[in-house]
């Protein structure tokens, strides 16, 4: 049973950085996509970030590019978003998630993705 815990989020002040990891078990990490997603309070859950299985391709919501960076460690299982200069608009729920495959043009649908962690709070105080 693969399952993805997402780890990291927290209060941070506006213009601070925070790491957000994902943990993933049960299956073969390093062959699969990986992506972050976030919900915030009372809109639709919306795509972040995503990375290739190897982390050659890397892809961003305009928003947080050039601010966020997602990477990948495969020998240890790991999915990371680094974001910096955070914004109080970033604050939401931060989701992991496991692509069908090793990449897609759909990286940013939630259909393209089969398993989701638990969600991690980040709060960016003004």
């Known amino acids: 049973q693969v399952q993805l815990v997402e780890s990291g989020g927290g209060l941070v002040q506006a213009g601070g950085s925070r790491r957000l990891s994902c943990a993933a078990s049960?299956?073969?990490?390093?062959?699969?996509?990986m992506g972050w997603f976030r919900q915030a309070p009372g809109k639709e859950r919306k795509f972040v970030a995503a990375i290739s299985w190897s982390g050659g391709r890397t892809t961003y919501l305009d928003s947080v590019t050039g601010r966020f960076t997602i990477s990948r460690d495969n020998a240890k299982n790991t999915v990371y978003l680094q974001m910096n200069s955070l914004k109080p608009e970033d604050t939401a729920v931060y989701y992991c998630a496991g692509g069908l495959g090793p990449w897609s043009s759909s990286y940013d649908r939630e259909s393209y993705y089969a398993y989701w962690g638990q969600g991690t709070q980040v709060t960016v105080s003004s």
């Open positions: 049960g299956r073969t990490f390093s062959s699969y996509a």
